[in-house]
């Protein structure tokens, strides 16, 4: 897929939730999910070695793990969940949870973008409307790995779903974009973006 059939596959998610999101929340699951997705694909060649590594790390009863596990991650964060989306998919019944286990799972650096989106509340919602699953699912289904998405291709596509939710709320997307590039969770997750290719 090129980058405009990545935004429409993703955009489609708005499908599955409008009965239960207004236009206006779209950007709620859609937003942090691409970046979940994101980082799931950045950190997949190494994540089994960063789980192997923090075993034998909380062996040797170390205190400050972060360095090294930045460092077999080859970027500034890292996850020791044991979840990815794959395995995420496998458990059903537990998707809420486990879910939730992954996130908390992220170095606290990125733990530190992702709460800015609130998610907490976005997964509830989803999972007692029946639709966790569903919208997980179409997010695996989509590869954003940086061997086939480059940063500035990424950086692209985010833009482009702002823009269509700004559309989507008839705002002035260049405003709205600019007020939240600099102090919101936008900005953050724009700069997350850049630094997992």
Same mark, same amino acid.
């Given at each position: 897929?090129?980058?405009?059939?990545?935004?429409?596959?993703?955009? *489609?998610?708005?499908?599955?939730?409008? #009965?239960?999101?207004?236009? *206006?929340?779209?950007?709620?699951?859609? =937003?942090?999910?691409?970046?979940?997705?994101?980082? #799931?694909?950045? =950190?997949?060649?190494?994540?089994?070695?960063?789980?192997? /590594? &923090?075993?034998?790390?909380?062996?040797?009863?170390? @205190?400050?793990?972060?360095? &090294?596990?930045?460092?077999?991650?080859?970027?500034?964060?890292?996850?020791?969940?044991?979840?990815?989306?794959?395995?995420?998919?496998?458990?059903?019944?537990?998707?809420?949870?486990?879910?939730?286990?992954?996130?908390? *799972?992220?170095?606290? !650096?990125?733990?530190?973008?992702?709460? /800015?989106? #609130?998610?907490?509340?976005?997964?509830? /919602? =989803?999972?007692?409307?029946?639709?966790?699953?569903?919208?997980? $699912?179409?997010?695996?289904?989509?590869?954003?790995?940086?061997?086939?998405?480059?940063?500035?291709?990424?950086?692209?596509?985010? $833009?482009?779903?702002?823009?269509?939710? !700004?559309?989507?709320?008839?705002?002035?997307?260049? @405003?709205?974009?600019?007020? $939240?590039?600099?102090?919101?969770? =936008? *900005?953050?997750?724009?700069?997350?973006?850049?630094?997992?290719?």
């Amino acid at each position: 897929m090129n980058h405009s059939e990545i935004v429409s596959f993703l955009w *489609g998610v708005a499908d599955l939730i409008r #009965d239960t999101f207004k236009r *206006g929340k779209y950007q709620d699951v859609i =937003l942090p999910l691409t970046v979940l997705r994101r980082l #799931d694909c950045v =950190l997949a060649g190494t994540k089994d070695t960063v789980l192997a /590594k &923090q075993a034998e790390l909380r062996g040797k009863k170390l @205190e400050n793990l972060a360095p &090294q596990l930045r460092r077999i991650a080859g970027f500034a964060f890292y996850n020791t969940s044991r979840y990815d989306f794959e395995k995420l998919l496998a458990d059903a019944p537990n998707l809420a949870a486990n879910l939730r286990n992954y996130i908390a *799972g992220f170095s606290a !650096n990125m733990r530190e973008v992702l709460e /800015k989106f #609130d998610f907490d509340n976005t997964i509830s /919602k =989803l999972d007692e409307a029946g639709l966790l699953f569903q919208v997980v $699912e179409r997010f695996k289904n989509v590869d954003l790995h940086p061997d086939r998405i480059d940063n500035p291709t990424m950086g692209t596509i985010f $833009e482009e779903l702002i823009r269509r939710f !700004n559309e989507a709320l008839n705002e002035n997307p260049g @405003e709205h974009f600019a007020s $939240e590039a600099s102090t919101g969770p =936008l *900005g953050s997750c724009t700069c997350c973006l850049s630094i997992a290719a």
